[in-house]
């Protein structure tokens, strides 16, 4: 079965940067990392997990929700089956559990990360 593990997240002050990674692993010869769009998706407390960023399979094109972009960038490293997150320039209401996913969630959901953007 596909895994995804989330990790780099943290406490960090308003306009600092974190870079978050997401490794997965579980993949058929049928199926591969590099054959799928992949997503960060976060959820905030009391909030519905939304998404947040995603980048195609074969183009490489991004795509960012109107809150982070220009500030993240997302990345994908396919011979290490590991999704990049970076962040820059963060405000207190980037602070969630960051999740990376297939698309419309298509993958199990791992545990994420937290990100803390606070003073």
């Known amino acids: 079965q596909v895994q995804v593990v989330e990790s780099g997240g943290g406490l960090v002050q308003p306009g600092g940067s974190l870079r978050l990674s997401c490794v997965a692993s579980?993949?058929?010869?049928?199926?591969?990392?590099?054959?799928?769009?992949m997503n960060w998706y976060r959820q905030a407390p009391g909030k519905e997990r939304e998404w947040v960023a995603g980048?195609?399979?074969?183009?490489?094109?991004?795509k960012y929700d109107d809150s982070v972009e220009g500030r993240f960038v997302v990345s994908r490293d396919d011979s290490k089956n590991t999704l990049y997150l970076q962040m820059n320039d963060l405000k207190p209401d980037d602070t969630a559990v960051y999740y990376c996913?297939?698309?419309?969630?298509?993958?199990?959901w791992g545990q994420g990360t937290q990100v803390t953007v606070s003073s």
């Open positions: 996913n297939g698309p419309s969630g298509r993958l199990p």
């Open positions: 579980g993949f058929t010869s049928g199926r591969t990392f590099s054959s799928l769009p």
């Open positions: 980048i195609y399979s074969l183009s490489g094109r991004t």
